[in-house]
C-alpha cells in the first residue's frame, strides 16, 4: 500500500522544546516538501527537497531545520526558536522536483505547543 | 503584491446542482494552477492540474478553466453530490514564487 506517512497525528510539547515530525514515503519520489496550515489560511511552504541531500528554504523555514539522508524520509524538526508553532503541518512529496507536477499529501500532524 | 483569492464564505449547493468555485490571483504569471480537495482533519488530495496555455480541462464531473487574461481559474463539479462536501484549495506555481495556495472555499451539498 502506497503513500505518505505521518506520526504522530497529535502532538503536544511544552514552549521551548525542540520537535520533530516524521515523515515517510514510499512512493519512490524524488521530492518532498512540508507545509504548514493554520485555520482559515492557505498551505505555507516550509521547506523542500528535491534530491536526496539537497533541500531549500520555503517561505517560511525561519524556526525550522530538515534533513533528507534518505530518499524515503524528510523530517521537520520544529525548533524553539519558532514563534508560533501551533499548527497543522503537512508533508508531501511528488514524482520529481518540477513544480508542474502533483503533490500527494499525507495526514499531517497537528501539533500544539504551551 | 502576490495576492491568491478564493471565496472565504462557504458555499452552499443543493444536491444535483453545479458548483462553481473561483480562484483569482493578482500579480503573478503562473505556469500552472492545481486544484485539491481538502476533507476536515486530513490531506489535500490532488484533482486536476491545468497549463497557461490550457483553456479548459475536464476530468469525470469536474472542469476547471483558466483565463490569464482575467487571471481567474473556475472550478466546476456538475450533478453535485452531498459527498462532494470539502473544502477546495487553488494552488499556483510560477517561476518567481514556487508553488502558492490559496485559503480555500469550503463546499456544502445538501441533501
Known amino acids: 500500500d502506497g503513500g505518505i506517512t505521518q506520526s504522530p497525528k497529535y502532538l503536544f510539547r511544552k514552549e521551548g522544546q525542540n520537535v520533530t515530525l516524521s515523515c515517510e514515503q514510499n512512493?519512490?519520489?524524488?521530492?518532498m516538501y512540508w507545509y504548514r496550515q493554520d485555520p482559515g489560511q492557505g498551505l505555507r511552504l516550509i521547506y523542500y527537497?528535491?534530491?536526496?541531500?539537497?533541500?531549500q528554504k520555503g517561505d517560511i523555514a525561519e524556526g525550522y531545520s530538515v534533513s533528507r539522508e534518505k530518499k524515503e524520509s524528510f523530517p521537520l524538526t520544529v525548533t524553539s526558536a519558532q514563534k508560533n508553532p501551533t499548527a497543522f503541518y503537512l508533508c508531501?512529496?511528488?514524482?520529481?522536483?518540477?513544480?508542474?507536477?502533483?503533490?500527494?499529501f499525507g495526514p499531517g500532524t497537528r501539533l500544539t505547543v504551551t | 503584491s502576490q495576492k491568491i483569492e478564493q471565496n472565504s464564505e462557504a458555499l452552499n449547493i443543493q444536491e444535483g446542482k453545479t458548483a462553481t468555485l473561483t480562484c483569482n490571483y493578482t500579480n503573478y504569471s503562473p505556469a500552472y494552477l492545481q486544484w485539491y480537495r481538502q476533507d476536515p482533519g486530513r490531506g489535500p488530495v490532488f484533482l486536476l492540474l491545468i497549463r497557461e496555455n490550457e483553456k479548459e480541462k475536464r476530468k469525470e464531473r469536474l472542469k476547471v478553466t483558466f483565463d490569464t487574461t482575467l487571471k481567474q481559474s473556475l472550478f466546476h463539479i456538475t450533478a453535485s453530490q452531498p459527498a462532494d462536501s470539502a473544502t477546495y484549495l487553488c494552488?499556483?506555481?510560477?517561476?518567481?514564487?514556487?508553488?502558492?495556495f490559496g485559503s480555500g472555499t469550503r463546499l456544502s451539498i445538501r441533501p
Open positions: 527537497s528535491q534530491i536526496v541531500n539537497d533541500f
Open positions: 512512493l519512490n519520489h524524488d521530492a
Open positions: 494552488a499556483l506555481y510560477s517561476s518567481a514564487s514556487k508553488i502558492i
Open positions: 508531501a512529496s511528488s514524482i520529481d522536483g518540477r513544480w508542474s507536477y502533483e503533490q500527494y
